[in-house]
């Protein structure tokens, strides 16, 4: 593959530099808890962008199985948009369903931790639990945001190592919201449990408007990155 748009190693470290400033910035990270948010974040872009700007190890992978029945896997940087590839979109790759479904999900992803962020941040200084806004909807938005980040760039730009890398993240973002849920409980307790009762975890539930997102006065005091963050 002499294709001249791989081996761009500033790239490669730009890029991944780049998201992972901008989403630290929104993400605010303190504890150990949320550096390993962050790190698994981070490993994530590494891989993707080594494989989008330097070596393409998929391409060499799938190109020596299917590049004589999709052309573009044999070598083109074109053929790191496997989806567009695999289902014979023939325009721009970054104009397809694939590539603007992208965008949504990384600019939602973004905008989520921004959001949770600032809601969380308010609580704090107020000592109440965060339950209002993105927090009204699910207990942890801020892994939401980063999930969704990384689902946008899967379909925008899919490797072997990031879907085999993925729901290892899911994984590990479970067990983060998990520990955070304990300590919270522990210090919340009742109306901890009240909230926990009508919140799901990562996924909204979409037929109503969850109720009671407003936090009361004698709400105790919130961990900086409680079970309700994450």
């Known amino acids: 593959m002499g294709d001249a748009a791989y081996g761009l190693w500033p790239l490669v470290v730009l890029n991944t530099l780049l998201f992972i400033v901008f989403a630290a910035s929104f993400f605010h990270p303190t504890t150990q808890r949320d550096w390993r948010a962050m790190g698994g974040y981070s490993a994530f872009l590494v ?26 896997l044999k070598g083109t940087h074109a ?13 721009d790759p970054h104009l397809s369903p694939f590539h603007l479904a992208s965008y949504l999900a990384i600019g939602t992803g973004f905008w989520l931790i921004a959001a949770a962020w600032r809601r969380l941040h308010e609580a704090v200084r107020h000592d109440h639990l965060a339950t209002t806004g993105p927090y009204a909807w699910v207990r942890h938005p801020q892994y939401d945001g980063f999930l969704l980040i990384m689902i946008g760039f ?11 890398m993925f729901p290892i993240l899911v994984y590990v973002y479970w067990r983060l919201a998990r520990s955070e849920e ?3 409980a522990t210090h919340f307790g009742e109306q901890w449990a009240a909230y926990a009762e009508r919140t799901p975890a990562f996924w909204p539930k979409l037929r109503h408007r969850p109720t009671g997102s407003h936090p009361s006065p004698g709400d105790a005091r919130q961990r900086h990155r409680p079970a309700t963050g994450r």
Do not use: C, K
Not at 154 to 164: F, G, K, R
């Open 47 to 72: 891989a993707l962008f080594t494989e989008m700007y330097g070596i393409p190890l998929t391409l060499y992978l799938l190109g020596s199985w299917l590049g004589s029945r999709f052309p573009l």
């Open 79 to 91: 053929g790191g948009h496997l989806w567009n590839d695999l289902t014979g979109w023939s325009g």
């Open 182 to 184: 304990h300590e919270v």
């Open 154 to 164: 899967l379909l925008q730009w899919p490797t072997i190592l990031t879907l085999i």
